[in-house]
């Protein structure tokens, strides 16, 4: 990162953005860090007075020891790291409110759902170092102040360019950003990573959300699940990405029933009436199939179905 953090073991301060599911797990993971202040950094129209709440998977429920503020350009200048937990559709809209007032030597970290966040954040924030992050973490939010944890994942992450991977791959550095979880995993190739996740997210994502069922349940619905499969590799081996199919399907089975309990958060979206990230997910992978010409039917038929619906 930047000389000072690379050179002093000094407070280092982390600001995350909101107050969802992924975000709040982040600075629970961070609650017992040496060395760190965590902030969660709102909109000002919300209350930061309310007390959070965090039931983990042993059934204890912790209180969220970690300061609220409003986002303002005096809390953003303190930051040695911001990280951006937000859905997709929103990201656009945060970056422009951002842009003129964070400083250009915090580190940008995006963690979301879908693609086409890079190339926002490359945009307008093209002097911050950038990093993302994937997590299969199962979380999700019961009301305003209370959430519960179902699994604790892996959190992938790595710099976007160069110049990131410079400032953050020195040992200090890294020991700082691990502590943002504890099965952290440093990438390089962070981008064959997102890709991964693409994959899971387009699997579980819309398919738990016509089917209105968790994502275990996805047992009974197998033929859905290899048809998004197979139109996925193969446009992923018309793109050349370095990705093993066999492993690529393994892995989503895998988080399929790590998160066997949860409701996926398209799912959750789209019964609560909410936007959906479908474009984020389903529409960047038509994207990229009108791109290589290849025509992804069952795919488009999902993104088809959630947006009738949305309209309707």
Not at 23 to 29: L, R, T
Not at 39 to 51: E, F, V
Not at 94 to 106: A, D, F, R, Y
Not at 132 to 154: L, R, W
């Amino acid at each position: 990162m930047v000389n000072a953090m690379a050179d002093k073991q000094t407070l280092k301060n982390i600001g995350i953005i909101g107050r969802g599911a992924i975000g709040v797990d982040i600075a629970f993971h961070l609650q017992n860090a040496e060395n760190i202040n965590t902030t969660l950094l709102l909109r000002k129209q919300h209350d930061i007075s309310n007390p959070l709440f965090i039931k983990v998977k042993d059934g204890e429920t912790h209180h969220l020891n970690c300061e609220q503020t409003h986002l303002s350009e005096d809390t953003l200048s303190q930051l040695d790291l911001l990280v951006i937990p937000v859905k997709q559709y929103q990201l656009k809209s945060l970056l422009q409110t951002i842009s003129p007032i964070v400083q250009k030597h915090t580190v940008i970290l995006l963690l979301h759902n879908g693609m086409g966040g890079i190339e926002l954040a490359e945009k307008h924030l093209p002097n911050n170092p950038l990093l993302v992050a994937t997590t299969t973490d199962g979380v999700y939010k019961t009301s305003d102040s209370t959430f519960v944890q179902t699994a604790i994942g892996q959190f992938d992450i790595g710099p976007v360019d160069e110049k990131t991977l410079l400032l953050t791959s020195s040992e200090t550095s890294l020991q700082f950003i691990k502590q943002l979880h504890p099965n952290f995993n440093w990438r390089v190739d962070i981008i064959f990573a997102l890709y991964q996740k693409l994959a899971v997210n387009a699997v579980i994502n819309p398919l738990t959300a016509l089917k209105n069922c968790k994502n275990g349940e996805l047992s009974k619905y197998q033929t859905e699940v290899n048809c998004i499969k197979e139109e996925i590799f193969d446009l992923y081996e018309f793109m050349n990405l370095p990705i093993d199919n066999h492993t690529l399907s393994q892995h989503i089975d895998d988080v399929i029933q790590l998160t066997a309990n949860n409701y996926s958060s398209m799912h959750q979206d789209f019964h609560h009436g909410r936007e959906t990230e479908v474009d984020g997910i389903l529409g960047f992978l038509l994207e990229k199939g009108q791109e290589t010409g290849m025509k992804l039917n069952f795919i488009q038929e999902l993104y088809n179905q959630i947006v009738r619906k949305k309209k309707a």
